[in-house]
């Protein structure tokens, strides 16, 4: 549906590079990336407000890339929402439909349609500065909407909206998406793209490093940056050793870790999940297990219990449950030994790859 050749645009010292996407028809694609990579600057590119130094952009197969904002279907909601504050809600919804001339029975339609499918219907009267964040969040939508867009482009949708409204407007967007919107999410919360993408795109200095389902990104990230936001914390600059009838790999603090047997580089970045670490005081049974000694140098509880971090040289972050803390009853400075699988490491850069972001 949506597609970008190359984009490419200079603004001061900042440049967008070469960025190609495809977004499907009915697709919920998550642009990903920390404040200042990109991801605003693409969405105007993308629904008219700039222009690009090279490349095309095509909705529906169609070149757009230099048609006008209004000419395109393509509908943008703000970060910081723009509502006309001496507008009431439905003049603020009812406004795009009175500057393209549309009959007034046609927008009153229009309007009353779109509020009672944001339920905001007993809001039509009110003034931006009588509503909540979340309420705030939902005119903006309705009075994009309401223009019927081909393709959704949503701003940091979340930044304006209390923690406990979230899972509202998230629920509310997974909705709309189900009924055949087609939606484009610039976010720098990587919970967001796991609650609401089918595609996610990572964005770091004006590039998209990465891209693909969310599983497909998150469990095989492609560099340090991208499992930084998988919330992965154990990486290891190694160095890879070779012999008849083993893999190994040598951390830069010199500890060793066993690996599958396999054809590697001679140097890489290995990461390994914090829930495949296990935490012990005996080590685990196996032939091919890792058991590395350190100690327990800090613990902090988490959404599943506790993250311990574990001194061995280099640091290691393991995932733990209240139930095993509490069997367990592990403190700080105390000696254990953490294990996990061979097959638990897994390579996301080699040579010059794993030095970047």
């Known amino acids: 549906m949506l597609r970008t050749e190359k984009l490419c645009k200079r603004l001061d010292t900042f440049l967008i590079q070469d960025i190609s996407l495809e977004v499907s028809a009915g697709a919920y694609y998550v642009l990903l990336g920390r404040s200042g990579a990109g991801k605003t600057q693409l969405l105007e590119l993308i629904c008219g407000l700039t222009t690009p ?95 019927q867009p081909k393709i959704l482009l949503l701003d940091e949708p979340m930044a304006s909206v209390d923690a406990s409204l979230k899972d509202s407007i998230m629920r509310m967007l997974r909705r709309l998406n189900r009924n055949g919107q087609t939606i484009v999410h610039v976010t720098h919360d990587f919970s967001e793209a796991i609650s609401l993408a089918s595609r996610v795109g990572v964005m770091h200095n004006g590039q998209i490093i990465q891209e693909g389902t969310p599983d497909e990104v998150f469990t095989n990230p492609v560099n340090k940056f991208v499992a930084r936001y998988a919330g992965i914390k154990n990486f290891f600059r190694v160095i890879f050793v070779r012999s008849y009838n083993c893999c190994s790999c040598i951390t830069d603090n010199r500890i060793k870790f066993k690996l599958p047997k396999g054809d590697y580089p001679s140097s890489g970045l290995l990461i390994i999940p914090a829930s495949e670490v296990l935490l012990s005081r005996q080590g685990a049974a196996g032939v091919q297990i890792n058991n590395i000694h350190g100690v327990i140098e800090d613990i902090v509880p988490s959404p599943l219990g506790y993250e311990v971090t574990v001194n061995a040289g280099d640091h290691f972050f393991a995932d733990i449950t209240r139930r095993e803390m509490d069997e367990q009853k592990y403190v700080t400075g105390e000696p254990v030994i953490i294990s996990f699988r061979p097959e638990s490491l897994k390579l996301v850069g080699e040579g010059e790859e794993m030095n970047k972001y």
């Open 53 to 147: 130094d090279k490349g095309r952009i095509f909705l529906e197969g169609k070149d757009i890339t230099h048609k006008r904002v209004q000419n395109r279907g393509i509908g943008l909601v703000f970060q910081d929402l723009a509502l006309f504050p001496h507008f009431s809600v439905k003049d603020n919804i009812m406004y795009p439909l009175k500057v393209k001339k549309l009959p007034l029975k046609e927008r009153v339609e229009r309007v009353q349609r779109v509020a009672e499918e944001m339920n905001i219907a007993d809001l039509l009267l009110r003034k931006p500065e009588n509503l909540s964040g979340g309420e705030k969040q939902r005119v903006a939508l309705a009075r994009t909407l309401v223009t």
